[in-house]
């Protein structure tokens, strides 16, 4: 199983930006897919998950700002990153998992596979 992120860079205070990871090697309609960062200093958080049935979770610091969608048909799943702040520096990691629950899903522990991130950059 193989995850590519993309799409990071260095961005103005109140910009977007959108990520991009494409997944390959399990069936992608049946997993959970997750953006995970991990700012300087700081442990990795989760930031937002999709699930197969299109339900989708966010961390409260992102809520309304961040929104995480899916393409089952290209086996890619975004994050659209609009207002962006100082805070949200970091590299994003995308994640995929089987079979988890929705009480499960901001757990970096259950999800099986990563890829490796992609930098984000806010200046003030």
């Known amino acids: 199983v193989q995850l590519q992120a993309s799409g990071g860079g260095l961005v103005q205070a109140g910009g977007s930006l959108r990520l991009s990871c494409v997944v390959s090697g399990l069936t992608f309609r049946d997993a959970t897919l997750a953006w995970f960062r991990q700012g300087p200093g700081k442990e990795r958080e989760f930031v937002a998950g999709i699930r197969w049935n299109r339900a989708t979770y966010y961390a409260e610091s992102v809520k309304g700002r961040f929104t995480i969608s899916r393409d089952n048909a290209k086996n890619t799943v975004y994050l659209q990153m609009n207002g962006l702040e100082p805070e949200d520096t970091a590299v994003y990691y995308c994640?995929?998992?089987?079979?988890?629950?929705?009480?499960?899903?901001?757990?970096?522990?259950?999800?099986?596979?990563g890829g490796q991130g992609t930098q984000v950059t806010v200046s003030s």
């Open positions: 994640a995929a998992g089987i079979g988890l629950i929705a009480s499960s899903v901001r757990s970096r522990e259950q999800y099986k596979y």
